[in-house]
C-alpha cells in the first residue's frame, strides 16, 4: 500500500511543460489493447499507486487506489463474502482497477449485474493541466454536476490519470449451478433470449462450441427450482458439476477458453456488442456468443468495415480486441458530428494532449 | 461636475435598457415568425397569458416567463428550431412534463421553452431483445403499462411516475424507491438520440450492452438539458418479478433501525425497496392513508423482497425474524397484493400527507452514507429547532438518499428564505459526513449555490469546460447546474463569514474520508 499522489501529479505536471507525451500503465495486463502506443512518449506507472482506502461492507462501498490489484480487492471483499458485481477479467490477479475502468471491462454476468461503469461512484483524476480533481463520491445515487466518473469507462485513460475510484460491491450469491445443453448457435440465440426474458435467477448465458451454458445465481431454493424446471424443459440439458462449472465461467471470464487460445498471436479477435438478437452471421466461421447474445467473440482475417456494417444493422458496434494490424484504427468509428464532440471533450480534459495520444483513436 | 456625470450615466443606462427591450420584442417577433413557417402558430407561443403554465417546473418557488415557447412535434422540426436559435444566439431551455423538483426546467428570460410533451409515442417494444424504444414525452409509468402484456416493466421509478417523462428522467438521472436492487436511470438506459445545439441529429449508445470510447450515455444522463435536446430513447425492460412482498417493522429509535438496514445487506440480502420513515413522517402517512402504521414508533422500514415465488419466501422470513431479533416493536408481512399497495401507499403518499399538516413544504434531496444516518437526524433537529421549522424525513434507507421536508408558511413574510437557508444548511451537512447535496432530484437553479460546497473551483472550471464542449456559446438551459465560479467563492466567503469552515472545500473531502476511514475493515 503506498500513496504516490505527488509523484503522479509531478509527472503530469512535467509532460506539461516540457509538451512531451505520456502512457498511463498500470501492469499492464491490457495493453494489446487499443491502438499502438506512441512510442515516443514516456511511460509512467501507477503500479505502484496501491491500497484500499475504504471499505465499508455495510454500505456496500468500496475505495481503492488505481493500480490496486483485483487480486487485493477480491481477497478483501472475500473477508465479508462479497464481490465485484461485474466480474472483469482479472489477468491472473494483477490486472488493476484503474486499468478495468479504463477499458470498462465485465465478465459473462454483465447483461445481470451490470459493467464496471455502472457500478463506479466516484474517481479522483489528475487531468491535463496537472489538477488533481475529484468527482462523484462515495454514495450510490449522486447526480451533483456532470458524470465525469463513468466517463472514464472505455476511455483508454485519454481524458486524465485516474488515482482513486469508488465503487459499488454485492453479497456473493448465496447458490450457483449451471446446465449445459447442446444446441445449434442459431437455436442458442433464441433460447438465450426467451430465457432472459423470464423472471428467473438468471447470471449467465454463453453459447461455446456447440453447447449453451446458462448459470443460475441466488437465492438457493429459486436456483434449485429453476435448475429442476430448465432441466425437464429444455431437450439433453445436463447439470454441470461444481468444479466444472467453475472452470468454465472462469476461463470465459478471463478470455482462456480454447476458443480465444486456439489461435495465433497475430490472428485478430473482434468482439461485438450488439442487440442479443441479432441472427446468425457468417455462419461458417469460429463464433463465442455470450451475454445471452449480446456480445460476440469472432476470429480470422476480415475488413474491420465490413463487420462493423453488420453490427450496425444489428444495433451495434465491433472492435478489433487483440492482434491484427494496430496501428490502424481498432475501435468503432464515430460520424463527424460525434467525433467533434470527443476532441472537444478531449481538449477540455487534456489541453496539450499528452495522455495515451492515439491509443483510442488515431485522431485524438 | 460629479452630478453632471452621474446623471449622464443614469440616461445612458435607460437608453441602454430600453435598447435592449426593443432588441428582445423584435428578436421575439423574428423568430415566432420563423418558427410559424414549419410549426402550426397554435404552437408557437408568444403571449404571456398562455405561457404563463410554463414559468415554473415542480419547484414552483423558482418563476420566470420565457421569451417564446415552442412545442415541435418532429425531430426535423426540433432540429429546425435548434438552428435558427443558435443563428440568432437564442438560449434554449428543453422541458418534458416539467415535475423537476429543483428548478431545471424553469425557463429563461431571454430564451425560448422548447417542449417535447408532444412527443408521447412509444414506438417499438421488442419484447425478445427485451427493449423499449420512446420519444421522451412518453411517461414513466406508460412504458411498464404498455411492457405488462409481455410480463416485462422499465425499472427505474421516480415518485412522480405518473406524470413525468423518460426525457426528463434521462436528463436527470432519475431515481425511485428500487434503486439499491435495479439502478438508476443511467443503468436502464441503452441508447438516446439527441439533436445538438446547433441541430444536428446524433445517436449515443447503441442496443448493445457496452459502447466503445469515453462513456458519453453516461455523461448524457443527469446533464440537466445543458448538452443536448433529448428526441428518442431506448430503455432495457426487466422481466416482471413472480412475487413480491413487502415487510412493514416499526423501531424505537432512528438508530435501531439504521443497523437493521445495515445487518440485512450484510447478510447477502439486496432487498428491491428499502425505505424508512421518521416519527413525524409516520404519524402524517398514517393520519392519510390508514394503512395501519405503527405511530408511536420513532422509525419505520419498509422492506420489500422481490425475484422467484422460492426467493421471496426464503428471504422474507428471513428478513421478518431479523427485525425481531434487532429489536423491531412491531413487525408486519403483507399477505396479498391489497395489503402490500396498502403499506406502501402510507410512502407514496407522504409528500401529500405531510403537505395536509403545513401550508408548504420544501423536498430536500441529499444523500449520505447510511451508517451517518443517526448522526444527520439529530443535526437536522438541532436545525430544525434553531429556525423553529418542523421537519419530517423521509429516506430511501438501501441507497442512502434522504428526502427532508421542511414545513413552512410561504403566507408568513420571509419564512420561504429562512426555510431555504435550513435546506441548504442540510445539504451541507451532508457533505460534510461524506454525502452529496443531490442523489436524485438534480442541482438546476436551486441548489446551485451548494455546488461550491461540494467542488472547488477547479472541478467547477472542469465542468464548464466539458459543457463547452458540446454548448460552445452556453445556450443550453443556461444559468442551471453548475454554478460560475465568481458566485462560488462569493457563496463560499458568506459561509465562512458565518464561521462555517467551506472555505476550502477540499477540507471537506478529506474530512469525509476522514470520517469514513475509521470504517476500514
Avoid at chain 2, 327 to 346: N, P
Avoid at chain 2, 399 to 414: E, K, Q, T
Avoid at chain 2, 436 to 450: A, D, F, P, S, W
Wanted: net charge negative; proline share 4%; aromatic share 8%.
Amino acid at each position: 500500500m503506498s500513496d504516490i499522489t505527488s509523484y503522479l501529479i509531478d509527472q503530469v505536471s512535467a509532460a506539461v511543460s516540457q509538451q512531451t507525451p505520456i502512457v498511463i500503465q498500470g501492469n499492464g495486463t491490457k495493453n494489446f489493447m487499443g491502438r499502438a502506443f506512441d512510442r515516443d512518449a514516456k511511460i509512467i506507472s501507477t503500479a505502484e499507486h496501491t491500497g484500499i482506502l475504504n471499505y465499508e461492507f455495510v454500505e456496500l462501498v468500496m475505495t481503492a487506489r488505481a493500480g490496486t490489484s483485483l487480486a487485493e480487492i477480491d481477497a478483501a471483499l472475500a473477508e465479508h463474502n462479497q464481490m465485484l458485481a461485474c466480474d472483469p477479467a482479472r489477468f491472473n490477479g494483477n490486472a488493476t482497477i484503474g486499468g478495468s475502468l479504463a477499458t470498462n471491462q465485465s465478465g459473462p454476468g454483465r447483461p445481470w449485474s451490470g459493467s464496471l461503469r455502472d457500478h463506479v461512484l466516484g474517481v479522483n483524476l489528475i487531468n491535463g493541466k496537472g489538477e488533481h480533481l475529484q468527482f462523484g463520491g462515495q454514495v450510490m445515487k449522486n447526480v451533483a454536476g456532470y458524470d465525469v466518473s463513468r466517463l472514464q469507462a472505455g476511455a483508454m485513460g485519454t481524458l486524465g490519470m485516474m488515482t482513486e475510484i469508488s465503487f459499488k460491491v454485492l453479497p456473493k450469491p448465496a447458490s450457483t449451478m449451471t446446465l449445459a445443453c447442446p444446441l445449434s448457435m442459431q437455436e442458442a440465440i433464441q433460447s438465450m433470449n426467451k430465457l432472459s426474458g423470464t423472471a428467473k435467477p438468471l447470471s449467465g448465458a454463453c453459447w461455446d462450441n456447440g453447447t449453451m451454458y446458462l448459470r443460475l445465481s441466488g437465492a438457493k431454493s429459486a436456483v434449485e427450482g429453476t435448475a429442476d424446471k430448465w432441466l425437464s424443459q429444455l431437450a439433453n440439458a445436463s447439470l454441470l458439476s461444481e468444479s466444472e462449472a467453475e472452470t468454465f465461467w472462469h476461463v470465459l471470464r478471463e478470455q482462456q477458453n480454447e476458443f480465444f487460445t486456439d489461435r495465433d498471436e497475430d490472428i485478430p479477435l473482434w468482439r461485438f456488442s450488439l442487440s442479443p438478437t441479432a441472427p446468425v452471421y457468417r455462419q461458417v466461421e469460429p463464433w463465442l456468443i455470450d451475454w445471452a447474445g449480446s456480445q460476440r467473440w469472432l476470429k480470422g482475417n476480415f475488413v474491420h468495415a465490413e463487420l462493423q456494417g453488420w453490427a450496425a444493422a444489428n444495433g451495434g458496434e465491433v472492435i478489433l480486441y487483440r492482434g491484427g494490424n494496430r496501428d490502424d484504427e481498432v475501435f468503432y468509428k464515430p460520424n463527424s458530428v460525434l467525433k467533434t464532440v470527443h476532441k472537444n471533450l478531449k481538449q477540455s480534459f487534456d489541453p496539450h494532449n499528452i495522455f495515451n495520444s492515439g491509443r483510442l483513436y488515431g485522431w485524438m | 461636475m460629479p452630478e453632471r456625470t452621474s446623471l449622464k450615466s443614469v440616461f445612458n443606462l435607460e437608453k441602454l435598457i430600453n435598447s435592449t427591450a426593443t432588441t428582445q420584442i423584435q428578436l421575439a417577433e423574428t423568430l415566432t415568425r420563423e418558427f410559424r413557417k414549419f410549426i402550426d402558430s397554435e404552437y408557437v407561443i408568444s403571449d404571456a397569458e398562455t405561457q404563463k403554465v410554463y414559468e415554473c417546473d415542480g419547484l414552483a418557488a423558482y418563476c420566470e416567463m420565457p421569451m417564446l415557447v415552442v412545442l415541435p412535434e418532429t425531430v426535423e422540426q426540433v432540429q429546425r428550431v435548434m438552428k435558427i436559435c443558435h443563428q440568432h444566439n437564442v438560449p434554449v431551455v428543453a422541458r418534458g412534463a416539467g415535475t423537476s423538483l429543483s428548478a431545471g426546467a424553469t425557463p429563461h428570460k431571454n430564451g425560448v421553452i422548447l417542449s417535447l410533451a408532444k412527443f408521447k409515442n412509444i414506438l417499438e417494444i421488442d419484447p425478445l431483445a427485451r427493449i423499449a424504444r420512446l420519444q421522451p414525452g412518453v411517461r414513466n409509468l406508460a412504458i411498464s403499462e404498455a411492457a405488462a402484456e409481455h410480463d416485462l416493466y422499465y425499472a427505474p421509478d421516480p415518485s412522480s411516475q405518473i406524470a413525468c417523462s423518460i426525457g426528463g428522467n434521462v436528463a436527470e438521472n432519475a431515481g425511485g424507491v428500487h434503486c439499491l436492487k435495479y439502478g438508476l436511470t443511467v443503468h436502464n438506459v441503452l441508447k438516446i438520440e439527441m439533436v445538438t445545439v446547433d441541430g444536428e441529429r446524433v445517436i449515443i449508445g447503441s442496443e448493445g450492452l457496452d459502447n466503445y470510447g469515453a462513456d458519453l450515455l453516461a455523461l448524457m444522463n443527469g446533464s440537466e438539458g445543458m448538452l443536448g435536446v433529448i428526441t428518442e430513447v431506448t430503455v432495457k425492460l426487466l422481466p416482471l418479478p413472480e412475487k413480491a412482498q413487502v415487510i412493514l417493522a416499526g423501531f424505537d429509535s432512528v438508530q435501531t433501525a439504521g443497523d437493521a438496514v445495515g445487518e440485512i445487506i450484510s447478510r447477502g440480502i439486496i432487498p428491491g425497496g428499502l425505505e424508512m420513515m421518521d416519527t413525524h413522517a409516520i404519524k402524517a402517512s398514517e393520519a392519510f392513508a390508514n394503512a395501519g402504521y405503527p405511530v408511536e414508533a420513532k422509525a419505520l422500514l419498509l422492506c420489500e423482497v422481490d425475484g422467484t415465488l422460492e426467493e421471496v419466501q426464503e428471504y422474507i422470513d428471513q428478513v421478518a425474524d431479523l427485525f425481531k431479533e434487532l429489536g423491531a416493536t412491531s413487525v408486519r408481512i403483507s399477505h396479498d397484493e391489497q395489503e402490500r399497495a396498502l403499506f406502501w401507499k402510507g410512502r407514496k403518499s407522504a409528500f401529500p400527507a405531510v403537505g395536509r399538516i403545513s401550508p408548504d413544504y420544501y423536498c430536500m434531496d441529499g444523500t449520505i452514507p447510511r451508517g451517518q444516518l443517526a448522526h444527520v437526524l439529530t443535526e437536522i433537529e438541532n436545525l430544525s429547532e434553531k429556525y423553529q421549522l418542523r421537519v419530517a424525513n423521509v429516506f430511501h434507507a438501501g441507497d442512502g438518499n434522504l428526502h427532508p421536508l421542511i414545513l413552512f408558511d410561504s403566507n408568513v413574510p420571509g419564512e420561504f428564505e429562512k426555510t431555504e437557508e435550513f435546506g441548504g444548511k442540510i445539504l451541507e451537512l451532508c457533505v460534510e459526513v461524506g454525502g452529496c447535496i443531490t442523489g436524485e432530484h438534480g442541482v438546476g437553479l436551486e441548489k446551485i449555490r451548494q455546488m461550491a460546497v461540494q467542488f472547488n473551483d477547479q472541478e467547477v472550471a472542469q465542468f464548464h469546460s466539458i459543457k463547452s464542449a458540446f454548448d460552445p456559446n452556453g445556450n443550453l438551459n443556461p444559468g442551471k447546474g453548475i454554478p460560475v465560479l465568481k458566485r462560488c467563492q462569493e457563496y463560499r466567503a458568506l459561509l465562512k463569514g458565518k464561521n462555517i469552515d467551506s472555505s476550502d472545500t477540499h477540507n471537506h473531502h478529506h474530512q469525509s474520508h476522514a470520517i469514513n476511514n475509521q470504517g476500514v475493515a
